[in-house]
């Protein structure tokens, strides 16, 4: 190992151009991972899903973030593949009565060519399978009042679908809240006297976010740190990608929570193993006792936060790491 490293190292710098201090890094990540990516079977069974996923993904980019998506993502939370998705270029929609169904799935919007990614009906609170079934059959939808009388929805999940955008092109946000609360649709029963939105004014991004993220458990309009980005440029937080350039500084990064378990210390007090993403990536971050005792209720919301600490490096996994000594929200 030693004398492949050497070799290694030394031939990233001659023929790529890669300094030596980050061809050492690269290689340390490798022999952490060696520790039980050497058997055969289980590297030549990846490296083959690997490369039928990169094709999919190169040719078909839309229908394998579908497919990933429709099984609701893998090692990361759903978040991190509509950013990706978003970030390679693919237009993301939420759920939508006039296209989507059950699951993900990519769809050709109405009297145009370009193509979306849909969220499925199915992640929508509260909506059952009749209510699904029913869009599924009679879409699409010309206008609200038909949307209500053939497919005969409960008021709550009217309303929920209109608070998520999957009544867009019927009417405006608050408009539509409004008709329904005076209800009074009855399916296969047309209105005597066909509703309009006369309203100007639509909800804000803010407000769509919000109940996005209440109602479907992600946003699907922006990310929630496209919202604060002023803010974060501000006070000079950096991205994931610049920190774990600078192993050994003390960096402020912006973002939210991804997965993160509790543990506990030698004395019996709780820490936290965090990690945290933003548009760029994602970071491992340690929060000691001290510090998880005055950010518990930040780091349990789904909020964006600055979280400022000092780089370091798991000589173990090869993985940096943030050790953080300060949690504060966006704001």
């Not at 408009?175 to 309203?199: E, K, P, V």
């Not at 939210?256 to 491992?284: I, N, P, W």
């Not at 209720?297 to 490096?313: R, W």
Request: glycine share 8%; hydrophobic share 40%.
């Amino acid at each position: 190992m030693q004398e492949l490293e050497k070799k290694f190292v030394g031939q990233a710098q001659e023929k790529s151009g890669v300094p030596l201090e980050i061809g050492g890094r690269i290689w340390e990540m490798m022999a952490a991972f060696a520790g039980y990516g050497f058997p055969k079977a289980h590297a030549a069974s990846y490296a083959r899903v690997a490369w039928r996923s990169a094709w999919c993904k190169s040719y078909f980019p839309s229908e394998f973030m579908a497919a990933v998506l429709a099984n609701w993502g893998g090692y990361y939370s759903q978040r991190v593949y509509l950013s990706e998705a978003r970030r390679i270029g693919l237009t993301v929609r939420p759920p939508h009565v006039n296209y989507s169904g059950h699951n993900f799935s990519v769809s050709k919007l109405l009297d145009s060519d370009e193509r979306a990614l849909f969220m499925g009906l199915d992640q929508v609170k509260g909506i059952n399978q009749r209510t699904i079934k029913r869009i599924m059959q009679f879409s699409p939808f010309v206008s609200l009042e038909d949307f209500l009388t053939r497919v005969d929805p409960r008021a709550q999940e009217a309303d929920n679908l209109a608070r998520v955008g999957a009544l867009d092109g019927l009417g405006k946000i608050p408009a539509i809240l409004r008709r329904l609360q005076n209800g009074g649709w009855q399916q296969n029963q047309m209105s005597l006297f066909d509703w309009t939105d006369t309203s100007e004014e639509d909800w804000t991004l803010e407000q769509k976010v919000h109940e996005q993220l209440d109602i479907l458990g992600a946003s699907l309009d922006a990310h929630p740190l496209e919202l604060v980005s002023e803010k974060i440029v501000g006070v000079g937080a950096i991205t994931t990608l610049d920190a774990v350039e600078r192993i050994g500084r003390r960096v402020t990064v912006a973002g939210v929570r991804q997965t993160s378990h509790r543990s506990r210390t030698a004395k019996g007090d709780s820490m936290l193993f965090l990690t945290l993403e933003d548009l760029y990536g994602t970071l491992d971050a340690i929060l000691f006792p001290d510090v998880y005792r005055h950010a518990k209720l930040i780091i349990d919301s789904t909020q964006p936060f600055l979280i400022t600490g000092v780089m370091e490096m798991d000589t173990e996994r090869g993985e940096p790491f943030l050790r953080a000594e300060k949690v504060v929200s966006v704001g």
